[in-house]
């Protein structure tokens, strides 16, 4: 059975990169890094252009499509309202696929200065856009609310990133799903 694993943390936990290790490892899975996405619009970088109407739809066809043909997805992106998450949980039952909900967390002062430390270590203009737009009051707001979504959601399986611990914490990943 195809699956739709969202993996929700909050900013520079580690979505990224552990959905980009997934699918290396497994041949077919779709990485449906939603960033990547907004890049593909003209005007990204402009405070009046509104890429999520453009990107929302594309995600879910995406996703769609992929689950239709047997092949499992990885949403790596941060929700903090449990209607988002039930939104794709939903997508991913009607296309005959499992959903599992895995949450990356440190605690939140390190969740704040790994933010802080892609940002300075990053010449990628996302990354860049994304730090000038979230400061560290913004991003404890953004860890709060997802705390409450954790307390929320019982399926939710919370994995420990701990930084620079790729390997280990793509086992805890593994171990989750």
């Not at 959905?19 to 960033?35: F, I, K, P, T």
């Not at 499992?72 to 009607?94: C, M, S």
Request: charged share 25%; net charge negative; aromatic share 8%.
């Amino acid at each position: 059975m195809a699956k739709l694993v969202h993996l929700n943390g909050p900013p520079s936990i580690g979505k990224s990169t552990l959905s980009a290790l997934y699918v290396d490892r497994h041949v077919g899975a779709l990485n449906l890094n939603v960033d990547a996405l907004h890049l593909l619009v003209g005007g990204w970088q402009d405070e009046s252009t509104d890429t999520w109407q453009v990107v929302w739809p594309l995600v879910r066809a995406m996703a769609a499509t992929q689950l239709d043909g047997g092949g499992d997805v990885v949403l790596p992106h941060y929700f903090g309202r449990v209607e988002e998450i039930t939104e794709f949980e939903k997508l991913a039952r009607e296309h005959g696929a499992g959903f599992h909900e895995v949450v990356l967390l440190d605690d939140r002062a390190a969740a704040i200065e790994r933010f802080d430390r892609r940002a300075r270590d990053s010449n990628d203009p996302w990354i860049q856009y994304h730090h000038g737009r979230v400061g560290p009051e913004r991003l404890g707001r953004m860890y709060d609310d997802l705390m409450e979504v954790v307390r929320q959601r019982s399926g939710a399986v919370v994995v420990r990133s701990v930084l620079g611990a790729v390997e280990e914490t793509y086992e805890l990943l593994m171990a989750a799903l």
